[in-house]
């Protein structure tokens, strides 16, 4: 066990459960700029990690009654065959093409998501400024528009293992706005799901680090218990304005390569 990859663990594992942000936003990068793994065994790993990590969070938040079950439902039709789809595409690349070129691939598109993901979570601020509290708001579930959500986002989730978190947090608050704290918990739980089977296909192509996973998830499991805790009692507009900085790091890093 590597103490310097579990501490990182529990720091992005507590980002998680506080946020519903920082998977695939923050440890895929960490992975590829600090640990140097390949892009493509970096996003396998992560995937399988955060399934592991965001189901302790998933069961604190049933707990705290924190997550929206008919929305999570809707989200799942369209998440799973989105989840297989996109992980399924990068081992049928890795298959076909030249590792160099899969990685260079993988690279250029995690970039173009944290943009997408800045953008989105920018968004998210500016509406939820401008619109009433979703506390005195009644809103119909909109099962379409959730099952296409799912469907967009598992598949970008299966490409790049971004999107579990920030990107549903994101779209997620614009297409179906609840309270925060249902929000995150709602995010956390559909994230178990997705990247589980994403993350399964992943580890069938081999494009899985064990020894990595089992070291991030001796930190990870209690930051993401303590994170979910904190949920209903910090701000976390601190928080996300440093994942976003992480974020226009990472995409400026990977465009660039």
């Known amino acids: 066990m590597d103490v310097r990859v579990s501490l990182i663990g529990f ?24 640990f140097h793994m390949h892009p493509a065994m970096a ?5 399988v990690y955060a399934s592991i990590t965001k189901l302790a969070g998933a069961l604190q ?35 076909w093409l030249p590792m160099a070129t899969v990685n260079l691939f993988i690279s250029q598109l995690l970039g173009a998501v944290y943009l997408l993901t800045i953008a989105a979570v920018l968004w998210r601020e500016y509406t939820r400024r401008h619109r009433p509290a979703p506390a005195a708001v009644t809103v119909p579930l909109p099962r379409l ?9 598992g598949c970008i989730v299966g490409l790049t293992s971004v999107g579990s978190g920030s990107l549903y947090v994101a779209l997620l608050a614009l297409v179906y706005p609840v309270a925060t704290a249902k929000l995150v918990g709602t995010d956390i739980l559909q994230g178990v799901l997705v990247t589980g089977v994403a993350g399964l296909v992943h ?25 979910s805790r904190m949920t209903v009692r910090i701000p976390d507009g601190a928080i996300r304005a440093g994942v976003l900085l992480m974020l226009g790091w990472s995409s400026y890093s990977l465009l660039l390569r």
């Open 203 to 227: 580890f069938a192509f081999g494009s899985v680090d064990l020894p990595m996973v089992a070291s991030l998830l001796v930190g990870s499991v209690p930051g993401i218990l303590l994170g």
């Open 11 to 34: 720091v992005v594992g507590a980002l998680i459960g506080l946020t519903g942000m920082g998977g695939g936003t923050v440890m895929t990068p960490l992975m590829i700029f600090l």
């Open 145 to 153: 528009r959730l099952g296409l959500l799912g469907l967009v986002a």
């Open 61 to 95: 938040h049933i707990r705290q009654k924190t997550v929206d079950f008919p929305a999570f439902k809707a989200l799942t039709l369209g998440s799973v065959p989105g989840a297989l789809l996109g992980s399924g595409a990068v081992g049928a690349m890795q298959h």
């Open 43 to 47: 996003v396998g790993t992560d995937l």
